[in-house]
């Protein structure tokens, strides 16, 4: 079992709508939840980081159930530059150390 | 600010070459990482550094050697390339343990 798993879509979705994407993680000493976006052949640069309380930054809202080890993120009212792969990532103490691990990436695309 | 610098942004390798793909932070972060990512396999840890001058072994380690003379530059070598080392590499680095890691632009290598 990857120690970081989420759908890998394509999601497509028209403009205005809402959409979720889910992650689980296997590690339950995982310390710290993020969601990425990453542009086609560009680097990953982060979304937002995801707690506990859950959080919310304008139109995206991140989710962490620990006791599930699930992460969600939530997109309102989709933009056509939401289009990207987003990427769920755990910074976990594990077989290599104090690292981040990442799931596939779940891709997105916003239809005129 | 710079932030994390690679360089070459992409190169063509000959099987059997050397190559030495750089990597540059000014944000001072103590820890560093190489990934690789390849199409359906998301990024993978090559290796990665806590502190200058200790280095770890990630999930695909082999064929390839790292150095962290100090904090701010960690290069990644290949001795010898093959054409599975075809890949585009990203070099992170992230300030303390359970904070966001910040990605250089990646490296496009191509070995042929």
């Known amino acids: 079992r990857k120690e970081v798993e989420q759908d890998p879509g394509p999601f497509n979705v028209p403009e205005g709508a809402t959409v979720a994407f889910n992650c689980t993680y296997s590690?339950?000493?995982?310390?710290?939840f993020f969601w990425y976006r990453q542009d086609c052949r560009k680097e990953p640069k982060l979304l937002m980081s995801?707690?506990?309380s859950g959080n919310e930054d304008g139109r995206f809202t991140a989710q962490l159930n620990r006791a599930s080890q699930y992460i969600s993120l939530l997109i309102r009212d989709s933009k056509l530059s939401d289009s990207a792969t987003y990427l769920c990532?755990?910074?976990?103490?594990?077989?290599?150390?104090?690292?981040?691990?990442f799931g596939p990436g779940t891709r997105l695309s916003v239809l005129p | 600010t710079a932030g994390i610098t690679q360089a070459p942004t992409s190169q063509i390798l000959a099987a059997g070459r050397s190559m030495t793909l750089r990597c540059t932070q000014d944000?001072?972060?103590?820890?560093m990482y190489w990934y690789r990512q390849d199409l359906g396999l998301g990024l993978r840890l090559i290796h990665y550094?806590?502190?200058?001058?200790?280095?770890g072994k990630g999930e695909v380690p082999d064929g390839y050697s790292v150095s962290r003379a100090n904090t701010d530059d960690f290069p990644l070598t290949l001795a010898s390339a093959v054409p599975s080392q075809t890949s585009v590499y990203f070099c992170?680095?992230?300030?303390?343990?359970?904070?966001?890691?910040?990605f250089g632009q990646g490296t496009r290598l191509t070995v042929v």
């Open positions: 990532v755990v910074n976990m103490f594990g077989n290599y150390g104090q690292n981040f691990v």
């Open positions: 944000m001072r972060h103590n820890a």
């Open positions: 550094s806590n502190t200058a001058g200790t280095t």
């Open positions: 992170a680095s992230s300030d303390r343990p359970n904070t966001e890691a910040f």
């Open positions: 590690n339950s000493a995982s310390q710290s």
């Open positions: 995801v707690y506990s």
